[in-house]
Structure formats: C-alpha cells, structure tokens
C-alpha cells in the first residue's frame, strides 16, 4: 500500500501555488506523512505526524475547497491513521473532480482497501433543539361534532420548548471470508425536554450478515429488534428484518436501498399494534469536489390493528450542500409526504371519509470549517414543517432549530 501511496503522489504532480505560506503548509504536510511510515515507529508518534499533516491540509482547504491535490492528500493521510470514514468522503470527492485515469485507478483501490478492512464503526452525536411545537399538535381550538361547536382545552394546544438530544450508534464486522462479514450494532436516541410529556428515547439491536459484491456493490440481510419509550413510558416493542444494499455506479453516483418489515407491539394503545414495512430507495451525486446532491423515494404501509389507524405514505427529499471558501459549508433540503389513512374519520372529517395528510419541510443549515474542535464543527439547522389534512386537529406548523457538532475533516 506504501508503494500505492507514492504513486498517487507522483500522479498527481500539480504546479507549485504562489503564496508561500501555501507551499510551506503543503510541504509540512507532506513531509509528516512520508515521516509517519518509517520502519518501527510508535503508533503515538505516527498518529502525532498524521495529525500534524490533516491540520495543514484542513487549513488549505478551508481557504479553497477546490484544491483536489490537498483534497487527495488529506484522503490519505485519513486512511494511513485508519479514519475510514472521513477519508472514504475525501477519495469519493476527488473522483468527482477532474483528476488523471490512473489517479481513478488508484484511489479506487483505496476505496477497496476500506471496504474490505471496515470492522469497527461508531458514530456519536448531541444537540440543542428548540421548537415551537414540541407534540406536532394542532393550534385548532374549536372541533365541530355533528355541526355543533366544542372549545379545546389549552393544555391541548401547542408546547414550544428547548429540548437536548444526543444519539450513538455502534456496529462491528466480523470476517468470515474475503466477501463475507458478520455484522452486529446497536442504535440508541435520547431526546429530553423539561418535563416528561415529551421526552422520546429509542434503542434497537441488529445483526445479520454482509456480502461485498464485485467491487463496488454490497448487500446485508439484518435480524431488528427495538424498542421506543414516549414521556417516561414504554411505547412500543418491534421484532423484524430489514434488507439493505449499495452500489457505486459511477465516479461521481452512489445508490441505496433498504427493504423493512416490523410487528409492533403497543403497551398502552394496543389498537395500534400490527405489522410495518417500509423501502427506501436513495442516491448522492458528488457533483463537483464541493458540491454534493441527494435525493431519496421512500414508500411505507402500516396494517394497525384498529382500521381508522391503517394508511400508506408516500415521500420524496431532495437535497444539496456546497463548500464555499473562507471556511463556510452551506445546505438545503425539501421533503413532502402523502399518508392515506383507512376507515371512518368521523368526528375529525366531514361525513367521516378517510384521512388524507400532505405533509411538507424544508431545512437549512450552515457550518464553518475554520471553527472545529478534533475534526468537529458547530452546524445551525432551521427546519420549517406544516401538516395539511381533512382531518381536524390534525394538522400542524412547526419551526425548529438544532446547535449540533458534526465531523468536517
């Protein structure tokens, strides 16, 4: 793999840049790399030199994201310290720029080379998240019922707040041949609010076992348990299977699916127990190195035990960021949803016809890259939410926001 690395180095021989605090952050960078694999150095000192090499790619590129050399040379310093993640993100981002055939060549098989080691993988994460409608619940305050009208309670109407949510996931591949892996995670989500009334947590397990197929597909077929507790109580239990695949189809388009069927158990409102089954077909488009696409098609159907309760959604989200100099990474996305209900709706619709949701959001975020602390960066989120229905009391406005730390380099 050393000899791999030089030659991406030598492939990629760009013109030296004009400012020579430029030309010196570069040269520093390369040269703690190429120390970082002497023969019977530690691995603290080797992590101390890569380190010292992504904070001055980091640099560069936080000034100009359109460096593909840097880009490149960042990717690699990733892999050699075993930050698969971030440097399979890098190596995807050079592909999208116009970068030589046997530099493709080369930083495919880097992508190889992640696939197959991958054995552990973590992911962890916190945020405040204020909102002006914790419950999704409407701001209707007469119902009519047989024409006549009826005053809501305000304990019913709409609760903002300022909530807490962290989330971490977990997952290790055990190797069971040159294609085959064993996988086994666990997902746990916290969410928490002053009092109880809205608090949210949910834990689920998986295993099941991995296939690579060729060299740029994959497919998994997972065994799922969860469970999820609302306001201090337990929710719901569910036991199920989810089938999940990927595909590299070009340089630039990576697609996904994933197939899921559950039985849900409710503890309380055992009328809404019954099977759910959801797919999801998704795709990201690495436009350019600092412009990245994607979208996604989901179709789910819930068979609740209580028929009024039944119903098929439908969605579609379509979203974009871009890397901007000076540091800043800007992004936007759009989702609208279709739930059809079953059943008589009476007294919430009008001679009791089925319940019809249209349901639309639209985010925004923004985070500098100059800030970071060990690789990770403040990011505010605005999201903006409305639920249209013939159903009353069912729909709802919502504005939310979200302070959280994500991982840029």
């Known amino acids: 793999m050393r000899s791999l690395c030089a030659a991406v180095v030598l492939l990629l021989a760009t013109p030296c840049w004009s400012a020579d605090d430029t030309v010196e952050l570069f040269r ?100 405040l998240a204020p909102d002006t409608n914790i419950g ?25 707040g300022v909530g807490l949510s962290a989330w971490l996931s977990g997952e290790y591949q055990y190797p069971l041949g040159d294609r085959r892996r064993l996988r086994a ?19 689920s397990v998986h295993g099941g076992p991995r296939w690579l197929v060729g060299a740029n597909a994959e497919a998994s077929v997972l065994a799922s348990v969860q469970r999820r507790w609302l306001g201090g109580g337990q929710l719901y239990d569910a036991h199920g299977a989810r089938l999940e695949a990927a595909r590299r189809v070009s340089r630039q388009v990576t697609t996904f699916a994933q197939a899921s069927y559950h039985h849900r158990s409710y503890r309380t409102e055992t009328q809404l127990s019954g099977p759910v089954a959801d797919v999801i077909l998704a795709g990201a488009w ?20 209580l028929e009024r309760w039944r119903h098929q959604r439908k969605w579609l989200r379509l979203g974009v960021s871009v890397a901007l100099p000076l540091g800043f990474t800007v992004g936007g996305s759009g989702e609208i949803r279709w739930t059809d209900y079953e059943g008589n709706w009476h007294p919430h619709t009008l001679g009791g016809v089925p319940r019809e949701d249209r349901t ?37 406005r919502r504005t939310g926001g979200e302070l959280s730390l994500v991982r840029v380099f």
């Open 28 to 127: 520093e960078g390369m040269i703690a790399v190429e120390a970082s694999q002497r023969p019977g150095l530690s691995e603290a000192a080797r992590d101390i030199l890569l380190d010292q090499a992504i904070a001055a790619f980091r640099t560069m590129l936080v000034d100009d994201p359109t460096l593909t050399r840097v880009r490149l040379e960042l990717a690699r310093a990733f892999f050699l310290k075993g930050e698969d993640s971030l440097a399979r993100q890098h190596f995807e981002e050079v592909l999208a720029g116009d970068v030589p055939a046997a530099v493709r060549a080369n930083v495919n098989l880097f992508l190889a080379e992640i696939r197959a080691r991958r054995r552990w993988s973590f992911n962890l994460g916190f945020a």
């Open 136 to 160: 999704a619940t409407s701001e209707e305050r007469i119902i009519y019922i047989f024409g006549l009208p009826f005053e809501r309670d305000a304990e019913e109407l709409s609760t903002s």
């Open 185 to 203: 995670g666990a997902d746990v989500s916290r969410r928490d609010y002053a009092g109880s009334r809205f608090d949210q947590t949910f834990v």
């Open 286 to 305: 690495i436009v350019r190195p600092t412009v990245r696409a994607d979208g996604a098609l989901g179709w789910g159907k819930e068979r609740t035990d």
């Open 360 to 396: 639309r959001s639209l985010r925004l975020s923004v985070y500098n890259r100059a800030f970071a602390w060990r690789g990770f960066s403040p990011r505010l989120s605005l999201v903006h939410e409305v639920r249209e229905t013939n159903a009353q009391l069912y729909d709802y």
